[in-house]
């Protein structure tokens, strides 16, 4: 039985913060396997070791000279060091990197989470295993993951507590290879499947999922279960906790994700998993974005709305415009694209589409914010739409475009973007409040 349990970068701040990760994982046995990003703000206006970093090669790479990132990176470390009496010898590890700079940008911003994770190793008293020894990448930049779990699965057994940094793996030819950012995440969730975990834990600065944004709704309750499937529906439309790339290989194989707060680890948190019992709330959550393009397309009578559906969809993918939502009506349908994936190369894109004789106008409405109402338990009640329509028409809330689709686990609204919080707040006081 063994929990992966993975700490962000304001989890392992500072020397406090290596404490609270002891007692963490002193009161459960079964933590055996950490995985820490690089150490993070301390406190707002903090730097990121890995912000520093990426400066620091910067100021390599244009000859200029690092020496003050240089010792602000140096100081986070051995400010740690010297406050928890740590052994680690700091002075030849950085001697180390800087006659390695030549290994390029991904090995120098990978420093970040390995010197984390040998200082924290060393003060858990767990072995500490490298990163690049166990997440495989190909050549074209994406991770082999028969391979690694593989890998993974022969070096690590759960007998012996260990320490993995997060962040980045390596090409075959052993040079680092970074994930995008955030990716300790990724890390973790590959780890927990390649050790069969039965829980992939992760520990950050917020107490759990909201169930709507603590920016747009004062003081929002926490969701306690949901699904991947809902994890995912959410964050498409903005609401973040995890990244993205982070969720596949756990769903896959069902291991619960449990989001923690590094502050209050005995809080319940949130979890997700596949099946989740509860049937209490009929929506889970409510997430949105503003700032949508939709682009009108009224069609000549007489033409096939097909073939101009497909025209238009061409151009657009010619332009590499990802499509969230074609509502259409007889002689008339909407694309909805996100305003800034479309801006540069709106006029283009209209000139194109004006091309096409059969169409017969074009407009373009940019000002529409999309929210989304999700909830497992939305399937196969009536009323849930009518709900949220009459709550948005009682608050004088226009809905300028509605969208659902058949797995009917999540309903969403398009509305003007100066409506965008009203409506999240009204949905929220009247259907969860
Ligand atoms: N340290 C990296 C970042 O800041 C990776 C991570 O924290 O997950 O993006």
Do not use: W
Not at 75 to 80: A, L, T
Not at 264 to 293: A, L, M, Q, R, Y
């Amino acid at each position: 039985m063994i929990i992966v349990s993975k700490f962000g970068g304001s989890s392992v701040a500072n020397a406090d913060c290596f404490k609270q990760i002891k007692n963490i994982c002193d009161s459960d046995d079964n933590r055996r396997i950490i995985v820490t990003s690089a150490i993070g703000k301390s406190f707002n206006d903090d730097n990121k070791i890995t912000d520093l970093l990426y400066l620091f090669y910067a100021h390599v790479k244009y000859k200029v000279n690092y020496e003050n990132v240089l010792n602000l990176i140096k100081d986070k470390y051995f400010q740690i060091k010297n406050d928890l009496g740590l052994k680690i010898d700091l002075n030849k590890e950085f001697e180390y990197i800087i006659d390695n700079l030549k290994q390029g940008e991904d090995y120098v911003v990978s420093r970040g989470e390995y010197l984390t994770a040998l200082m924290l190793s060393e003060y858990l008293g767990f072995d500490f295993i490298d990163a690049k020894d166990l997440i495989v990448f190909d050549y074209n930049g994406k991770v082999n993951y028969e391979k690694t779990y593989s890998v993974i699965s022969n070096k690590i057994d759960g007998s012996k507590k260990v320490v993995i940094p997060g962040f980045y793996g390596s090409y075959p030819d052993g040079n680092i290879k970074l994930f995008s950012r955030g990716g300790s995440d990724i890390t973790g969730s590959i780890i927990a499947k390649g050790i069969n975990a039965i829980k992939y834990e992760n520990f950050t600065d917020v107490p759990g999922f909201y169930i709507a944004s603590p920016k747009i709704v004062n003081n929002p309750k926490l969701i306690k279960e949901i699904t991947y499937n809902e994890l995912r529906e959410l964050s498409y439309m903005g609401a973040s906790v995890i990244h993205e790339d982070a969720i596949f290989p756990i769903q896959d194989v069902n291991i619960p994700l449990h989001i923690l707060e590094t502050k209050n680890p005995f809080e319940e948190g949130t979890i997700i998993s596949n099946n989740v019992s509860d049937k209490g709330n009929i929506i889970t959550g409510i997430s949105g974005k503003k700032s949508f393009v939709s682009i009108n397309i009224q069609k000549n009578k007489s033409s096939d709305k097909l073939s101009i559906i497909e025209f238009v969809l061409k151009v657009l993918k010619k332009f590499n415009v990802p499509i969230e939502s074609i509502p259409t009506s007889i002689d008339s349908f909407s694309v909805v694209v996100e305003e800034d994936k479309v801006n540069k190369n709106l006029y283009d894109i209209i000139a194109t589409l004006k091309e096409n004789q059969e169409i017969e106008d074009i407009k373009i409405d940019n000002d529409i914010a999309l929210i989304a109402v999700v909830g497992r338990n939305m399937v196969y009640k009536p009323g849930i739409s009518a709900k949220i329509f009459s709550i948005l028409g009682n608050n004088e809330i226009n809905i300028k475009l509605i969208s659902q689709n058949t797995s009917e686990i999540s309903i969403i609204v398009g509305v003007k973007n100066s409506d965008f919080e009203k409506a999240i707040n009204s949905i929220y006081n009247e259907l969860i409040k």
